[in-house]
Nanobody, 118 residues
């Protein structure tokens, strides 16, 4: 019943910006930590950014200062604003909701493709 639907991916030139959105349902959104992960070609999945229900954001060093994670608890949406994109940011970006049950996987969205051309 938990659903996460990402949107906002696309093709952008290096130096450009995109804003990803993740619309959630089936959860008490404000209770959960929300994450953005990505998997680039030939790479393992990595955590890009994370935001707690009322906490400060956490960023991977590779995106620190360029990406901003935010959430709208009234709309049940988490965003990822991506600025100064470079080709190394090319990946499928996934929205993830942390489980409230310790050790559980949580739920994943289907992913949205971000391609950055040089």
């Amino acid at each position: 019943q938990v659903q996460l639907v990402e949107s906002g991916g696309g093709l952008v030139q290096a130096g450009g910006s995109l804003r990803l959105s993740c619309v959630t349902s089936g959860i008490v959104f404000s209770s959960h930590r929300m994450n953005w992960h990505r998997r680039g070609p030939g790479k393992h999945r990595e955590l890009v950014a994370s935001i707690g229900n009322n906490g400060r954001p956490i960023y991977a060093p590779a995106v620190q200062g360029r990406f901003t994670i935010s959430r709208d608890n009234a709309q049940n949406i988490v965003y990822l604003q991506m600025n100064s994109l470079n080709p190394e940011d090319t990946a499928v970006y996934y929205c993830h909701v942390e489980s409230l049950v310790p050790g559980r996987e949580g739920a994943w969205g289907q992913g949205t493709q971000v391609t950055v051309s040089s």
